[in-house]
Each structure stands twice: as structure tokens, then as C-alpha cells.
């Protein structure tokens, strides 16, 4: 059998490649990743040998580590033109693919990887993530199985097939199965390293996973000759486990409606350490969709939508007139992001098909507030909470109700970059006193140390929360002069996060 390939589990949230909590990316490493100041080291190797197939696979890992997402496709696609066959890029763009829920490309992708590499359990792992994409629960199973039985000796492999299993029967309502699978995945405790690459003594940073997806996409804040990054799911350490060395913790489980168990263990991992932690689990907890909105919802300076959850199977229109809703409204399965099975319901009528089509056992529905302006346009704006600070990080303007950047009519249209500029320079301008006392309203609601709402405005210019967590995204800019505007707030608010770790770490409290 081949040598493993490198892998690693992305669980990722809020952002262009947010996943549920089931389809979970499983995508090939690189050597280098996750710093502007690499991507243009290894752009200026590739430039003095531009034939070089393994320096172009780390320029496309390194675009898709920093959420260029436009970029690191077209970068997978030119290693592919050189090398059709190749293992790595194939599996990380069929990955790409089923994110933006492009399945057709995903299955040629992901086909074509378990062809050339048949030998390589990664290769079966992406084809179960696609089989569930599918909705194909049943080929998901098989797929985790096959690994399992053919693949005995891989130890990441095992963990990989054993939580997709967990998670699979855990869904289709066995909870004894998924414990059997979670109890093998979970057997003994799950570290990946990072190493500190510089000079000096590094800061040991603490980082901690689910297992259950809902991850905050944390790569690019931490600096490898700064840093000796350490990365461990907390169920998997029991109170005689010793934890790595470290110096700060910093929680990237950020989602809270898929991952509760993965923070209560979280919590208790914490308060073992006694070292200074960013976003504390326990507040994480306290995020969740409906709990944030209820939270806001006596706020004068924002409208907080009416968000309940209902099981899916017995939701009637009925039920949720007597509830308060009205009709248009929207629905959507908990744990999701990026858009992924969520649905506006304009009447009665359309409701049980929509339900139908849904994942779960249990729904959002979400009061339906115009976030439409005068001139046609739906804005949506992303601010972000760090260390107790405003960062202003994306305008997207688009003509359907539901907007997200990477699908937003932005490339084409100078006037939106014009606004977005105005808007990440002065929010305030945009906003006004009402705009920011809602964020300031939003930001003490949170209490966390990283976190961030994604939110429009109503046509007298009023906040309408989106959604506010702690699993927003820093997406980098593409490399393009178009997005030259952005660089400046993607790096301000970087180099916070960079900063808050550095200071928890020397022990300066909030």
C-alpha cells in the first residue's frame, strides 16, 4: 500500500466553504500554508521554475488555506492541466466543488482521485462526503465501511470513517451505533502538530476542533515563526490525558448548534488547563441561533428576526401562525451555513414540500424581514467583534434575498466596490449613531473574544440581523487590483486576532 497521504479534517464555518456537520471536508496537506507572506515565497520559487508541479499544488493549498476560494480553484485546475492524474489537487477541488454544491464536478473530481490513487483511504473518505452530499446515506455507509475493512492499519483514516459513521447514524436516529462509532473514533486522544518555524521562543498556542463540523476557519491566524500551533478535539482527551504544552487556548468550535457535546468537553478541558482562553466555551454555548435572537430582540437599535425551532416531520402552517409567523417566511436545518438548506417560503402551499427537502429532524423558521432597498438591491454587511473592537470585513450587494460574497454582484459592478470601500473605511458614515449603537447592542450580546454578525438594513435604515456567532470568516481578497481596496481591513483584522493571542498568552486579560 502507498505511504499515507496527509490529511487533515476541516471542519469550517460561516464562510465561501462552510460545511454541515456530517460533510465534513477530509483534504490533502501541504508543507506550506496559511500566510500571505508564504503564498509569495512559494509564488516566487514557482516564477524562477514554473514547470514545477509540487510548488504549484502548494500555491493552490495556500490560496485555499487564505479563502481565496476563486483563486485556489483556477490554481487546482492548472496543476491538473500538467497532471490530470494528480491525487492531491483532485481531491481538494472535488472538495471545493461540494462546498459551493457544484455536485456534477465534485463527482468527476472525486471519482478521478479514487482512480489514480486506489491505494489511498482519502480517496474513499471523499467519495461517503459526496454520497452524503447526494443524500445517498446509504452510500456514505458503505463507502466508511470499505475504509474501515481495507484500510485497518491508518489510524487517520479509522478516525475519519468512524465519525462519519457516528455522525451518519447519529442523523438517521440509531444512537447506540453512533456511540459505538464515536467511542472508536474518540479512543484515544487526536493531536495534530503545526510546528514553530522561527527563531526565538514561540507562543504555544492550544487550538480546539469538533469533530462534528462547525469549526472556525482559524489557519491564518497563526503565524508558524511565531507560533507552535497544537490542534486537538477535546472529547477525545480523558481527565488522565495530558494536554500539550501550552501557553493560550484558543476555542475554534464555534457553532453551537452542532456541536454541544464537543463544548461542554471543551469546557471542562478549559478549566483543567487554567490557561487563558479565547472565546470561552461556555459563552460559545450560549450563541445559538434562537437563543442570540431572543437575546436581541428588545433591542430599539436593530430588528432581531422571530427565530424558533420546530421538528420538521409535524410542522404545520397552522403551527406557525399560532406561534406569531407570517407568511413570506423562512426555514432552514440548524447546523448549516453558507446558504445550504435554506429556504424562503412565500405561502401555506409551499411549506410541506419545502420541509420535505430539508435534512433533519428539526427546522428553523425565521421571520422574513425586507432587507431590500429603493434601488433594488439586497446589502449585506459582515463586522466582526475582536478583543472587544469593530472590524468592518465585506459589503455584498445582490438582487436575491439570500447574498453571500463569493455569489454576490460584486466583480462586475464598480459603484458596489466603490460603496464596499466607503463602508470598510468609515462605517459609521454608512451606518450612523443607530447603525453602531445596534453592533455595540450585538458585540455585549455575544461576550465572546472572536466573533461577528452578518447583517442588513431595512429601508429606513435600520440593522436586521442575519445571523451573529463565532464562526465568521476573514476571507482574503482574490488576487485581482479590482479587490486592492480590501487588503487593508482583510490584514487590520488579522493582525488583531495575531495580536489578542499574543497578548492572552502574555497574560493581559480582556
Not at 420546530?310 to 451555513?337: C, K, N
Not at 429603493?374 to 434575498?401: E, M, S, T
Not at 495580536?499 to 498568552?505: G, I, Q
Request: glycine content about 6%; hydrophobic content about 45%.
Amino acid at each position: 500500500m502507498a505511504a499515507p497521504v496527509p490529511c487533515e479534517m476541516d471542519a469550517e464555518g460561516a464562510g465561501p466553504h462552510s460545511t454541515a456537520t456530517e460533510r465534513t471536508r477530509v483534504r490533502v496537506s501541504a508543507s506550506r500554508f496559511s500566510s500571505v507572506d508564504q503564498l509569495r515565497s512559494i509564488e516566487a520559487e514557482l516564477a524562477q521554475r514554473p514547470d514545477d508541479a509540487g510548488l504549484r499544488y502548494e500555491r493552490a493549498r495556500c490560496l485555499d488555506d487564505l479563502g481565496r476560494i476563486e483563486d485556489a480553484m483556477y490554481a487546482y485546475r492548472a496543476v491538473l492541466l500538467a497532471d490530470p492524474r494528480h491525487f492531491a489537487a483532485l481531491t481538494n477541488l472535488g472538495t471545493l466543488f461540494i462546498e459551493q454544491e457544484r455536485l456534477d464536478g465534485a463527482t468527476v473530481c472525486l471519482h478521478a482521485a479514487a482512480e489514480a490513487s486506489p491505494n489511498e483511504p482519502l480517496g474513499q473518505l471523499n467519495l461517503a462526503v459526496l454520497a452524503i452530499a447526494r443524500g445517498d446515506a446509504g452510500a456514505a455507509r458503505a463507502a466508511y465501511e470499505a475504509v474501515l475493512e481495507h484500510f485497518p492499519a491508518d489510524a487517520q483514516a479509522r478516525l475519519h470513517a468512524h465519525n462519519g459513521l457516528a455522525r451518519l447514524y447519529e442523523r438517521a436516529g440509531e444512537p447506540e451505533c453512533a456511540r459505538i462509532h464515536e467511542a472508536a473514533a474518540l479512543a484515544h486522544p487526536i493531536a495534530w502538530h503545526f510546528p514553530h518555524r522561527g527563531t526565538g521562543e514561540p507562543i504555544r498556542v492550544l487550538v480546539l476542533s469538533s469533530p462534528r463540523g462547525g469549526d472556525l476557519i482559524s489557519n491564518q491566524f497563526f503565524d508558524e515563526n511565531a507560533v507552535d500551533r497544537t490542534v486537538i478535539v477535546p472529547e477525545s482527551y480523558g481527565a488522565a490525558d495530558a494536554l500539550p504544552p501550552h501557553d493560550v487556548i484558543f476555542n475554534g468550535i464555534g457553532e453551537p448548534d452542532a456541536t454541544q457535546p464537543s463544548l461542554a468537553a471543551a469546557a471542562e478541558l478549559v478549566a483543567r488547563s487554567g490557561a487563558p482562553v479565547i472565546n470561552d466555551p461556555r459563552a460559545v454555548r450560549a450563541t445559538g441561533r434562537q437563543a442570540m435572537m431572543e437575546r436581541l430582540a428588545h433591542e430599539p437599535a436593530l430588528i432581531a428576526p422571530r427565530t424558533r425551532r420546530f421538528a420538521r416531520a409535524s410542522l404545520t402552517a397552522e403551527e406557525l401562525l399560532a406561534d406569531g409567523f407570517a407568511f413570506p417566511l423562512l426555514v432552514r436545518s440548524p447546523g448549516f451555513h453558507a446558504g445550504t438548506n435554506f429556504e424562503r417560503v412565500d405561502d401555506a402551499a409551499a411549506l410541506p414540500a419545502t420541509l420535505a427537502a430539508l435534512p433533519g429532524d428539526e427546522v428553523y423558521a425565521i421571520a422574513f424581514h425586507e432587507a431590500r432597498d429603493d434601488d433594488g438591491w439586497v446589502r449585506k454587511y459582515r463586522v466582526l467583534f475582536i478583543d472587544g473592537r469593530h472590524y468592518p470585513i465585506h459589503l455584498a450587494l445582490a438582487r436575491q434575498w439570500k447574498v453571500h460574497y463569493f455569489s454576490a454582484a460584486m466583480a462586475d459592478h464598480a459603484e458596489h466596490r466603490a460603496e464596499e470601500r466607503t463602508f470598510l473605511g468609515d462605517p459609521h458614515a454608512v451606518l450612523g449613531d443607530d447603525g453602531m449603537r445596534a453592533l455595540a447592542s450585538i458585540a455585549a450580546a455575544l461576550q465572546l473574544d472572536y466573533g461577528g454578525v452578518d447583517f442588513g438594513r431595512d429601508r429606513s435604515g435600520r440593522v436586521i440581523v442575519f445571523e451573529a456567532n463565532a464562526t465568521m470568516t476573514i476571507n482574503a481578497p482574490p488576487d485581482d487590483p479590482r479587490w486592492d481596496y480590501r487588503r487593508e481591513a482583510h490584514a487590520r483584522a488579522i493582525d488583531a486576532v495575531r495580536t489578542m493571542v499574543r497578548e492572552r498568552a502574555a497574560g493581559r486579560p480582556r
